[in-house]
């Protein structure tokens, strides 16, 4: 079913908020577990989350040396999550070790391209990489895909290139994504649902144009109806 490829970002800051949502939105059968809602809960949320049978998205994008990335990933796979995101920029040592620290697990791992809040001018000017911008995403999925990573989160703008060059096989999961009678917000690469499906994303991250709605039942409908 195409509401099976939506993930919804439990994008608040307590446990009963991220439940309140989850009972208002039951028939989403996958979550995503952010920064702010794992840090003000640790893993009470996930396990509610497997209580009620959900998939779990863990975004946590660990950035750090290779035995910190590599022990956090040892660590985050103990919860039995389904997707767990670390940043590309870790470079290669560090991707392998946590490539290592996922074998025989349920647990794949996405490596994050690049923020979809940043756009081109900032990729020259404030990060200082003298690169095209669909040229450096797609060299850091291909150095994460060499790493032993399976797959990405990138922009669906993104995904179509991506797709064909490192295959079928691997795993892209788009943010960035907003219906058409939604505003985009601080994302600043971004697609339709359908067009995203079209372009090669196979899950969906889409978080305010459903929870911030005033209806936030109605907006899910409607996103699954549009698909």
Same mark, same amino acid.
């Given at each position: 079913?195409?509401?099976?490829?939506?993930? *919804?970002?439990?994008?608040?800051? +307590?446990?009963?908020?991220?439940? &309140?949502?989850?009972?208002?939105?039951?028939? *989403? +059968?996958?979550?995503?577990?952010?920064?702010?809602?794992?840090?003000?809960? $640790?893993?009470?949320?996930?396990?509610?989350?497997?209580?009620?049978?959900?998939?779990?998205?863990?975004?946590?994008?660990?950035?750090?040396?290779?035995?910190?990335?590599?022990?956090? +990933?040892?660590?985050?796979?103990?919860?039995?999550?389904?997707?767990?995101?670390?940043?590309?920029?870790?470079? %290669?040592?560090?991707?392998?070790?946590? &490539?290592?620290? *996922?074998? !025989?697990?349920?647990?794949?791992?996405?490596?994050?391209?690049?923020?979809?809040?940043?756009?081109?001018?900032?990729?020259?000017?404030?990060?200082?990489?003298?690169?095209?911008?669909?040229?450096?995403?797609?060299?850091?999925?291909?150095?994460?895909?060499?790493? $032993? =990573?399976?797959?990405?989160?990138?922009?669906?703008?993104?995904?179509?290139?991506?797709?064909?060059?490192? !295959?079928?096989?691997?795993?892209?999961?788009?943010? $960035?994504?907003? @219906?058409?009678?939604?505003?985009?917000?601080?994302?600043?690469?971004?697609?339709?649902?359908?067009?995203?499906?079209? &372009? !090669?994303?196979?899950?969906?991250?889409? !978080? %305010? @144009? =459903?929870?911030?709605?005033?209806?936030?039942?109605?907006?899910?409908?409607?996103?699954?109806?549009?698909?």
């Amino acid at each position: 079913m195409s509401s099976d490829k939506i993930i *919804v970002p439990l994008d608040v800051p +307590t446990i009963e908020d991220a439940i &309140a949502l989850i009972d208002q939105l039951p028939d *989403v +059968t996958f979550w995503k577990v952010g920064l702010e809602l794992f840090v003000n809960t $640790g893993s009470s949320i996930l396990q509610t989350l497997k209580s009620r049978q959900k998939r779990i998205f863990l975004d946590l994008k660990l950035h750090d040396i290779p035995n910190t990335v590599a022990g956090a +990933t040892r660590a985050a796979v103990k919860y039995d999550v389904d997707l767990l995101t670390l940043h590309a920029t870790n470079g %290669r040592n560090a991707l392998q070790a946590a &490539a290592e620290a *996922v074998q !025989g697990t349920s647990t794949q791992l996405l490596a994050v391209t690049l923020l979809t809040s940043i756009n081109a001018r900032d990729l020259a000017f404030d990060l200082q990489i003298p690169l095209e911008l669909p040229e450096y995403i797609l060299k850091m999925a291909l150095l994460a895909q060499e790493s $032993g =990573i399976q797959g990405a989160v990138c922009s669906p703008r993104e995904a179509s290139h991506l797709k064909r060059v490192c !295959g079928d096989d691997f795993l892209l999961v788009c943010p $960035g994504v907003r @219906p058409s009678w939604a505003a985009t917000g601080d994302q600043q690469r971004v697609m339709t649902p359908a067009d995203a499906l079209k &372009a !090669g994303a196979d899950y969906l991250v889409i !978080g %305010r @144009p =459903i929870t911030a709605a005033s209806d936030p039942v109605e907006a899910w409908e409607r996103i699954v109806g549009e698909l």
